[in-house]
C-alpha cells in the first residue's frame, strides 16, 4: 500500500505524471494507492482502478507499465551530462536497459504477429505487425477479432480461440490459409491461455505464425499426380472439417444469444405484466378517488343545504327572539350565557359581548342570591322552577327557569325566563277601563 495524500497537489504537471508510474511500478499486483480528496491519478487511469472515490483508493491494474523517469533534477542531469560517465558507474541498470533494448530488437525482427484479446474476443493489444491477417473494415470502429480479421482466416480462427476458451489449454490451427493482393499464404494459428498475477480474468494471446510467404496462386493445376490429388483432398478435408468447427462454433453462439434474447424477452414480459398489473391498480386508485370526489361533491352540497338552513334557522331565531319583549335568557351546562333577548338586557345586566360568559361574573338589576342552585337543580331534576322577585324599584317579576332540551331531547342547560307581574296588571286595568268607557258611550 501507497498513502501519498496531499503531495501530488504541490507538484508540477510534470512532476506528477512521473511519480503515477513509479508508484504502478512498486506497488504489487492488486495493491492499494492511496491519493487526498483533490488528488487523481491524472491520465494513468488504465494503471489504476478506483474502488473508493470518496477516500480516493486505487488498486493497481494488470497494465503495461510506461518505462519509469528517473528522479534526477534537471540540475543534475545537466551535470551528469557534460561531466565524466564512467561506464562501471551505471552498474546492474545499464544492463538491464541493454537487455531491454536487445529484446525489443529481437522481437519486433523475428517474433511472430500476436494479439492479446479477452474472453469477448476484445483486442487489447496488437504486438507486430498484424495488418497480413487483420484489416479494419468499412463502418464503425470496432476490435472485435472476429469482425477485424481477413474473410478466410475466420473459421479457422473462431474455432480456435473457442477450443482454447472451452478447455483452458492452448489451442493451434495448421496451415489456415490468407490470401492478400493475389497472394495466398500459408499461417498456423496459436492461442495461448494466460492469466495475470491477482486477477482471476482470462486473456488469450493469438499468435500467427506463417509458415511459408511463396505465392501460391496456380496450386491446383501443380497438383496432376496422385500424391498432389491425395494432398488436395486431405487439404479440402481439413478445410471442411474446419469450417464445420467454425459453423458449430456459430450455432452455439447464435444458441446462446437466443438463449440471452429470450431471458430478455421473458423479463420484458415480466416488466410488461408488472406494468400492466400497476397500470390496473392506478386504474382502480382513480375510480376510487372518482367515487370519493363525487361522495365529497354530495357531501358538500348538503353541507351547503344544510348551511343555508342553519342560516334561515339562525336569522328566525334572531328576529324572534329581537321581537320578544320578555326578559329570556339560555344558558348550557356550564352556565354560561348562550343567548339573550334585547329585553333581557335591563333585567339582568347583560351586554351582547356578554354571550360566552358565566352568568355567575353578571351584575343583574334583580337580586336572586340563589340563581346557581336555582338553575343546578332544574338541571339535574329536569323539572320547572318559579319565584316571585322584586327589583330595586319594587316592581315585582316571576321568575322562571326551565330545561333546555335538544332536538334529540338531551338536556344542555336552561332557560330563563322573566315575566313583569305588575306590568302584566296595569296592561289588564288599561284593558278595563277601555272597555267601561266604551260601554258608557
Same mark, same amino acid.
Given at each position: 500500500?501507497?498513502?501519498?495524500?496531499?503531495v501530488l497537489i504541490y507538484l508540477s504537471p510534470d512532476l506528477h505524471k512521473r511519480c503515477i508510474p513509479h508508484f504502478h511500478y512498486a506497488l504489487n499486483p492488486g495493491g492499494l494507492l492511496i491519493l487526498g480528496p483533490a488528488e487523481s491519478v491524472g491520465l494513468y487511469d488504465e494503471l489504476f482502478k478506483l474502488v473508493d472515490k470518496k477516500n480516493k483508493i486505487y488498486t493497481k491494474e494488470a497494465a503495461t507499465v510506461p518505462r519509469p523517469i528517473q528522479f534526477i533534477p534537471r540540475r543534475g542531469l545537466e551535470l551528469a551530462h557534460f561531466?565524466?560517465?564512467?561506464?562501471?558507474?551505471? %552498474?546492474?541498470?545499464?544492463?538491464?536497459?541493454?537487455?531491454?533494448?536487445?529484446?525489443?530488437?529481437?522481437?519486433?525482427?523475428?517474433?511472430?504477429?500476436?494479439?492479446?484479446?479477452?474472453?469477448?474476443?476484445?483486442?487489447?493489444?496488437?504486438?507486430?505487425?498484424?495488418?497480413?491477417?487483420?484489416?479494419?473494415?468499412?463502418?464503425?470502429?470496432?476490435?472485435?477479432?472476429?469482425?477485424?480479421?481477413?474473410?478466410?482466416?475466420?473459421?479457422?480462427?473462431?474455432?480456435?480461440?473457442?477450443?482454447?476458451?472451452?478447455?483452458?489449454?492452448?489451442?493451434?490451427?495448421?496451415?489456415?490459409?490468407?490470401?492478400?493482393?493475389?497472394?495466398?499464404?500459408?499461417?498456423?494459428?496459436?492461442?495461448?491461455?494466460?492469466?495475470?498475477? %491477482?486477477?482471476?480474468?482470462?486473456?488469450?494471446?493469438?499468435?500467427?505464425?506463417?509458415?511459408?510467404?511463396?505465392? $501460391?496462386?496456380?496450386?491446383?493445376?501443380?497438383?496432376?499426380?496422385?500424391?498432389?490429388?491425395?494432398?488436395?483432398?486431405?487439404?479440402?478435408?481439413?478445410?471442411?472439417?474446419?469450417?464445420?468447427?467454425?459453423?458449430?462454433?456459430?450455432?452455439?453462439?447464435?444458441?446462446?444469444?437466443?438463449?440471452?434474447?429470450?431471458?430478455?424477452?421473458?423479463?420484458?414480459?415480466?416488466?410488461?405484466?408488472?406494468?400492466?398489473?400497476?397500470?390496473?391498480?392506478?386504474?382502480?386508485?382513480?375510480?376510487?378517488?372518482?367515487?370519493?370526489?363525487?361522495?365529497?361533491?354530495?357531501?358538500?352540497?348538503?353541507?351547503?343545504?344544510?348551511?343555508?338552513?342553519?342560516?334561515?334557522?339562525?336569522?328566525?331565531?334572531?328576529?324572534?327572539?329581537?321581537?320578544?319583549?320578555?326578559?329570556?335568557?339560555?344558558?348550557?351546562?356550564?352556565?354560561?350565557?348562550?343567548?339573550?333577548?334585547?329585553?333581557?338586557?335591563?333585567?339582568?345586566?347583560?351586554?351582547?359581548?356578554?354571550? %360566552?360568559?358565566?352568568?355567575?361574573?353578571?351584575?343583574?338589576?334583580?337580586?336572586?342570591?340563589?340563581?346557581?342552585?336555582?338553575?343546578?337543580?332544574?338541571?339535574?331534576?329536569?323539572?320547572?322552577?318559579?319565584?316571585?322577585?322584586?327589583?330595586?324599584?319594587?316592581?315585582?317579576?316571576?321568575?322562571?327557569?326551565?330545561?333546555?332540551?335538544?332536538?334529540?331531547?338531551?338536556?344542555?342547560?336552561?332557560?330563563?325566563?322573566?315575566?313583569?307581574?305588575?306590568?302584566?296588571?296595569?296592561?289588564?286595568?288599561? $284593558?278595563?277601563?277601555?272597555?267601561?268607557?266604551?260601554?258608557?258611550?
Open positions: 500500500m501507497i498513502s501519498c495524500r496531499n561531466g565524466p560517465r564512467p561506464v562501471a558507474g551505471l %552498474g546492474l541498470n545499464f544492463d538491464a536497459d541493454l537487455l531491454k533494448v536487445a529484446d525489443r530488437i529481437i522481437l519486433s525482427t523475428y517474433a511472430p504477429a500476436a494479439v492479446v484479446v479477452d474472453d469477448k474476443m476484445q483486442v487489447h493489444q496488437f504486438r507486430g505487425r498484424t495488418d497480413l491477417f487483420l484489416e479494419h473494415m468499412p463502418g464503425p470502429a470496432t476490435f472485435n477479432l472476429i469482425q477485424l480479421a481477413r474473410t478466410n482466416l475466420v473459421p479457422d480462427l473462431r474455432a480456435t480461440i473457442r477450443r482454447s476458451i472451452k478447455t483452458g489449454k492452448p489451442a493451434r490451427a495448421e496451415r489456415a490459409k490468407v490470401t492478400l493482393r493475389g497472394k495466398s499464404y500459408e499461417i498456423n494459428i496459436q492461442v495461448v491461455p494466460f492469466k495475470i498475477p %491477482g486477477s482471476d480474468k482470462p486473456w488469450f494471446l493469438v499468435i500467427f505464425d506463417e509458415t511459408t510467404s511463396r505465392s $501460391k496462386p496456380e496450386r491446383f493445376l501443380q497438383s496432376l499426380g496422385k500424391t498432389g490429388v491425395q494432398r488436395e483432398i486431405t487439404e479440402l478435408r481439413r478445410e471442411l472439417a474446419v469450417s464445420k468447427e467454425s459453423l458449430q462454433a456459430t450455432i452455439e453462439e447464435q444458441e446462446a444469444s437466443n438463449e440471452e434474447l429470450k431471458a430478455s424477452n421473458e423479463e420484458v414480459e415480466s416488466s410488461n405484466e408488472e406494468l400492466q398489473s400497476t397500470n390496473e391498480e392506478l386504474e382502480t386508485a382513480k375510480e376510487e378517488l372518482q367515487s370519493t370526489n363525487e361522495e365529497l361533491t354530495t357531501l358538500n352540497e348538503e353541507l351547503s343545504n344544510r348551511n343555508l338552513e342553519m342560516m334561515q334557522l339562525t336569522n328566525e331565531l334572531n328576529n324572534l327572539l329581537a321581537s320578544t319583549q320578555m326578559p329570556i335568557v339560555m344558558v348550557d351546562n356550564a352556565l354560561t350565557v348562550r343567548r339573550a333577548t334585547p329585553a333581557a338586557r335591563g333585567a339582568f345586566n347583560i351586554l351582547p359581548t356578554d354571550v %360566552g360568559r358565566p352568568l355567575s361574573e353578571l351584575r343583574p338589576n334583580i337580586d336572586v342570591p340563589d340563581m346557581e342552585k336555582i338553575l343546578r337543580d332544574v338541571i339535574e331534576t329536569l323539572g320547572t322552577r318559579e319565584r316571585r322577585l322584586t327589583d330595586k324599584e319594587g316592581r315585582q317579576y316571576s321568575l322562571r327557569v326551565r330545561p333546555y332540551r335538544t332536538t334529540d331531547n338531551k338536556i344542555d342547560g336552561a332557560v330563563i325566563t322573566l315575566v313583569d307581574i305588575d306590568g302584566e296588571k296595569e296592561a289588564d286595568a288599561d $284593558k278595563r277601563n277601555r272597555k267601561d268607557g266604551s260601554s258608557r258611550k
